[in-house]
């Protein structure tokens, strides 16, 4: 399985946005620029609420 995504929710603006589970690159909220996801090797870091899993296709 390529890797799911995941609805992350910004514990700072309560933004959601769909990011990618096993991220390559850091991702920022697309409203506040908080950090959402750390990249690690494997699973990013995710350093919020994550809402929902949406498993790929
Ligand atoms: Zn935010």
Redesign the pocket.
């Known amino acids: 399985m390529p890797g799911a995504y995941l609805r992350v929710k910004?514990?700072?603006?309560?933004?959601e946005q769909i990011v990618f589970e096993k991220a390559a690159s850091l991702v920022?909220?697309?409203?506040?620029?908080?950090t959402?996801a750390t990249p690690t090797g494997g699973k990013a870091e995710i350093e919020h609420e994550i809402v929902e899993t949406v498993e790929a296709r």
Do not use: K, M, R
Request: proline content about 0%; some cysteine.
């Open positions: 910004c514990g700072d603006c309560e933004n920022g909220c697309a409203v506040c620029g908080t959402l």
